[in-house]
């Protein structure tokens, strides 16, 4: 899974907070940062497996639920308004 984080104005979102929960067999949630293209890669998805990805960067915050079917997934999120 590679995932770019952009911003509301459409600029990368580097080192962006993402938390990645899901079926990793009982394993907890992936948590990181995006580098400085806004872009991080998670290689330990299964096929057939859905995740939700949840980054925060600033204010923001943006959340997707993704089921990955193809053995590369390529995500983009757009942060949107701010979050209280």
């Keep these: 899974m590679i995932v770019r984080v952009l911003a ?3 600029t990368p979102a580097s080192a962006a907070r993402y938390e990645i929960s899901g079926e990793f067999e009982g394993g907890p949630p992936v948590v990181g940062r995006t580098d400085e293209q806004g872009v991080f890669v998670m290689c330990s998805v299964q ?3 859905g995740y939700t990805l949840t980054v925060r960067y600033r204010n923001w915050k943006a959340s997707a639920f993704r089921t ?4 590369v997934e390529a ?3 757009q942060l949107g308004k701010p979050q209280p």
């Design 68 to 71: 990955v079917v193809q053995r």
């Design 8 to 10: 509301p104005d459409g």
């Design 47 to 49: 096929s057939n497996h």
């Design 75 to 77: 995500i983009r999120l």
